[in-house]
Nanobody, 121 residues
Framework: QVQLVESGGGLVQPGGSLRLSCAASGSIFSISAMDWYRQAPGKERELVANIRSGGSTDYADSVKGRFTISRDNAKNTVYLQMNSLKPEDTAVYYC???????????????WGQGTQVTVSS
């Protein structure tokens, strides 16, 4: 059994910052890529940032230069530092991880429950 639990969301004014965390727990043997997605009301879920096991990263054009993804492999945790937040960043943010478990004998994608980020004055 694997669980991903996000934290760190909330209400922030435009121009402010938030740091999201997502901790994976359970019978984890190895984690490959870890991602952050977001879904705004009435819109499809979109990839915000990705970090691979070696540390290389990719970002959506809309967040480049403002958001930073990082991970702590010892803690099975991925972070998203969000700076210079805009109202259009308002969404539910989800973490996603590609995890290998001995129970399944393969990598599978797991999702967190989501955390709300609201950017408003």
């Amino acid at each position: 059994q694997v669980q991903l639990v996000e934290s760190g969301g909330g209400l922030v004014q435009p121009g402010g910052s938030l740091r999201l965390s997502c901790a994976a727990s359970g019978s984890i043997f190895s984690i490959s890529a870890m991602d952050w997605y977001r879904q705004a009301p009435g819109k499809e879920r979109e990839l915000v940032a990705n970090i691979r096991s070696g540390g290389s990263t990719d970002y959506a054009d809309s967040v480049k230069g403002r958001f930073t993804i990082s991970r702590d492999n010892a803690k099975n945790t991925v972070y998203l530092q969000m700076n210079s937040l805009k109202p259009e960043d308002t969404a539910v943010y989800y973490c996603n991880a590609d995890i290998y478990t001995r129970a399944t004998g393969r990598y599978s994608y797991y999702w967190g429950q989501g955390t709300q980020v609201t950017v408003s004055s």
